[in-house]
């Protein structure tokens, strides 16, 4: 059974920093899709960076909204999934949640950072940014 742990969330000013963390276990997949979603009151939950991991490619997947200022990450040795946020802004406020599916060959943007094709989730780590 997956089963996803998130932490490192919390209330940061514009402009601040945060580290995000999802211990995972009860997986072996060879390829995967694993990452992170996000989710503010009254919408529905989106994509904000993904891995793609198989044995021989690797590539990451980033919602236009925080490129350039989200870096994700992995330990595979370690089953850890990382979100580094940096340049905060109020709408980066959201409950953010770890997720992880196997998923052989390169999937498109779109699919990568689509709800639909995900089911394991986390519980969720709250990110709160104040202006």
């Known amino acids: 059974q997956v089963q996803l742990v998130e932490s490192g969330g919390g209330s940061v000013q514009a402009g601040g920093s945060l580290r995000l963390s999802c211990a995972a276990s009860?997986?072996?997949?060879?390829?995967?899709?694993t990452g992170w979603f996000r989710q503010a009151p009254g919408k529905e939950r989106e994509g904000v960076a993904i891995?793609?991991?198989?044995?021989?490619?690797?590539?990451?997947y980033y919602a236009d909204s925080v490129k350039g200022r989200f870096t994700i990450s992995q330990d595979k040795a370690e089953n850890m999934v990382y979100l580094q946020m940096n340049s905060l802004k109020p709408e980066d406020t959201a409950m953010y949640y770890c997720?992880?599916?196997?998923?052989?060959?390169?999937?498109?943007?779109?699919?990568?950072?689509?709800?639909?094709?995900?089911?394991?989730w986390g519980q969720g780590t709250q990110v709160t940014v104040s202006s």
């Open positions: 997720t992880v599916v196997r998923w052989d060959g390169r999937p498109p943007v779109q699919d990568a950072l689509s709800e639909y094709y995900y089911y394991d």
């Open positions: 009860g997986y072996t997949y060879s390829s995967y899709c």
């Open positions: 891995i793609y991991t198989s044995d021989s490619d690797g590539i990451t």
